[in-house]
């Protein structure tokens, strides 16, 4: 009989330790979190190519830029900024996504400028990035 009772209260045990984890198992811990949310708002093909010491690439003043914005991205939430000013863009619907081209600034000259990107997602997430580029004088 002691047996027994021992062997219904290991099972017990067993039994509300696996129900204990079970209950806590979030099978989404990601959502309204920048990784979950929105990790389908990517932005890419930055153009000109990102500045890199090696290769000592510069951007001409007043020159174009473009980049890729993926179709999860709300257009309509889109800003671009260099140097804490507005960049007006255009933005053009390509392939699974869309395309999005604006002008350097003329106050972007002779100096490194960082060129931000601000958008929403789908689900009202925020998604930033953007790139640094060096322009010639």
């Not at 001409?60 to 900024?81: E, G, H, N, Q």
Request: overall charge positive.
């Amino acid at each position: 009989m002691r047996l027994r009772n021992l062997v219904q209260l290991v099972v017990a045990v067993s039994i509300w330790g696996v129900t204990t984890h079970l209950w806590a198992y979030d099978a989404s811990p990601n959502i309204g979190t920048a990784e979950g949310s929105c990790a389908d708002v990517i932005f890419s093909a930055f153009t000109p190519s990102p500045y890199s010491y090696e290769k000592g690439n510069e951007a001409a003043p007043k020159s174009d830029f473009s980049f890729l914005a993926s179709k999860a991205t709300r257009i309509d939430s889109l800003k671009v900024t260099v140097k804490d000013e507005k960049v007006p863009v255009t933005i053009t619907p390509q392939g699974n996504g869309y395309l999005v081209k604006g002008k350097l600034p003329a106050s972007a000259t002779g100096s490194y400028v960082r060129i931000d990107i601000l958008a929403e997602g789908l689900t009202l997430c925020q998604r930033a990035d953007g790139w640094l580029l060096k322009v010639a004088k």
